[in-house]
């Protein structure tokens, strides 16, 4: 008979927070050092219909993070070997539901808000991922592989919320800014113009998540 090992949540002090556990810490960290505004546990989201309330369908995320043009992102954490979450997809299906008879009628004006489930530390992310660097988003490698995968990045949000068409300016207001590396919307892809600099952002999300499996909570 084959037992599986469960290792236990370790409650971790970060800023004066407890968080469940050290994986929720390091991602505070990586969000941090990303220089992305986070709160953890902001709220609670109750799941069933309101006639049915029943405290099981209580759901509280782990994360709310804001991209530098304050749009909203969702994050659960869970351990590498946990991609699915039962009340985390309920969740995403009720803040993307119309809030009126306008996006009933029109389901495409429904905001497009960012949600993502976090297997495992931001490093084992990274692995499969990149960054968006005007938003701080996840890109999986289909919305980076489909063109130049240094410099040009697609990125679906953040195609909704610029402008149609392309040469544009210089976002002054993104997460690769904060370093002095610049990104510009073209034709519903993010740009980093220069290979050297695209190549300087990478190495910083890389190193962001190096430092947040190796950061020490004391």
């Known amino acids: ?58 759901y509280l995320p782990d994360f709310l993070v804001l991209t530098p043009q304050d749009e909203e992102m969702w994050f659960e954490i869970k351990p590498i070997n946990i991609t699915e979450d039962e009340k985390f997809t309920k ?36 692995v499969n991922h990149r960054i968006c660097p005007r938003c701080g988003f996840f890109l999986d490698k289909e919305s980076y592989k489909r063109f130049e995968p240094e410099t040009c990045f697609y990125c679906w949000e953040c195609d909704t919320e610029t402008p149609s068409g392309g040469n544009d300016e210089y976002e002054k207001n993104s997460v690769c800014s904060e ?31 190096e430092f947040s499996r190796r950061y020490r909570f004391d």
């Open 91 to 126: 969740f995403v299906q009720l803040i993307h539901k119309p809030k009126n008879k306008e996006e009933e009628k029109e389901p495409w004006r429904i905001k497009d808000i960012r949600t993502m489930l976090l297997s495992g530390q931001p490093k084992d992310l990274l």
């Open 179 to 209: 370093r002095g590396i610049f990104c510009r919307q073209s034709k519903g892809s993010i740009m980093i113009d220069d290979l050297d600099q695209a190549k300087r952002f990478y190495n910083i999300t890389q190193t962001s998540a």
């Open 1 to 58: 008979m084959t037992s599986i090992r469960t290792i236990a949540a370790i409650p971790t002090i970060y800023h004066g927070i407890e968080f469940r556990s050290r994986l929720e810490a390091r991602w505070a960290f990586f969000f941090e050092k990303l220089g992305l505004r986070w709160e953890y546990e902001p709220e609670g989201f109750f799941l069933g219909e309101e006639q049915e309330y029943d405290p099981a369908l209580m």
